[in-house]
């Protein structure tokens, strides 16, 4: 199994500004992704986290709005950039070893942009 | 393309009452599927899962049968607790497709005693 330590777990952040969440994981993992879960909805993939590359962003989701790095295999970061109160969210980190299929979470950071 | 319908919450079942969650799956070829559990405040538990056809994932009283020919991956407790209170997501994994994870909407679950 692998353990994931996420932070912030929350906070609120004024419209404009930017905020980086930190994804660490306690041991070498193949896929690292990010994942947004607005209220009430299910999980949406924002991208996968390569390492030593640019991410993979899925559709609807740009660079400029959402940088991620991975410098390592155990460390990803999640930036919010230029935030709106459309971007109050849980944002979840997720990892697994591509032979085995089980992902493990961190415990999100519920975001609120006021 | 890949997708999961889940049943529609929220649910509300007094303690020690039978649960079913229904989930289907829209897939080509083989998908691993899963139930994962979120507690109020927590990231997604893996709560069980099963990788081909007719197999039973079972985990604290929990079970769900991977049924192909239905197409469906149910989530089953023959007596429910209050601690089972949280929201459940029945997801797909697909290792040929950018292995990504595909979830449902979730479903809220309250046990009241």
């Known amino acids: 199994s692998a353990v994931i330590s996420q932070k912030p777990s929350r906070d609120i952040c004024q419209r404009g500004t930017s905020l980086t969440i930190q994804c660490q994981v306690d041991s070498q993992v193949t896929m690292m992704f990010w994942y947004r879960q607005q209220p009430g909805q299910s999980l949406t993939l924002i991208a996968t986290?390569?390492?030593?590359?640019?991410?993979?962003?899925e559709s609807g989701f740009v660079i400029d709005k959402f940088p991620i790095s991975r410098p390592n295999l155990t460390f990803s970061t999640l930036t919010v950039s230029n935030m709106s109160p459309e971007d109050s969210s849980i944002y979840l980190c997720?990892?697994?070893?591509?032979?085995?299929?089980?992902?493990?979470f961190g415990q999100g950071t519920r975001l609120t942009v006021v | 393309g890949n997708s999961v319908t889940q049943m529609e919450g929220p649910v509300t079942l007094s303690e020690e009452a039978f649960l079913t969650i229904n989930c289907t799956y829209t897939a080509t070829g083989y998908p691993s599927l899963f139930w994962y559990v979120q507690y109020p405040g927590e990231g997604l538990q893996l709560l069980l899962k099963?990788?081909?056809?007719?197999d039973k994932g079972s985990n604290k009283g929990f079970e769900a049968t991977y049924r192909k020919e239905t197409t469906s991956f149910h989530l089953e407790k023959g007596s429910v607790q209050v601690s089972d209170s949280a929201v459940y997501f029945c997801?797909?994994?697909?290792?040929?497709?950018?292995?990504?994870?595909?979830f449902g909407t979730g479903t809220s679950l309250t046990v009241i005693p």
């Open positions: 997801a797909l994994y697909r290792s040929d497709t950018g292995n990504q994870f595909y």
């Open positions: 986290a390569n390492q030593g590359s640019e991410a993979t962003y």
């Open positions: 099963a990788t081909k056809a007719d």
């Open positions: 997720s990892s697994h070893r591509r032979a085995n299929t089980e992902a493990f």
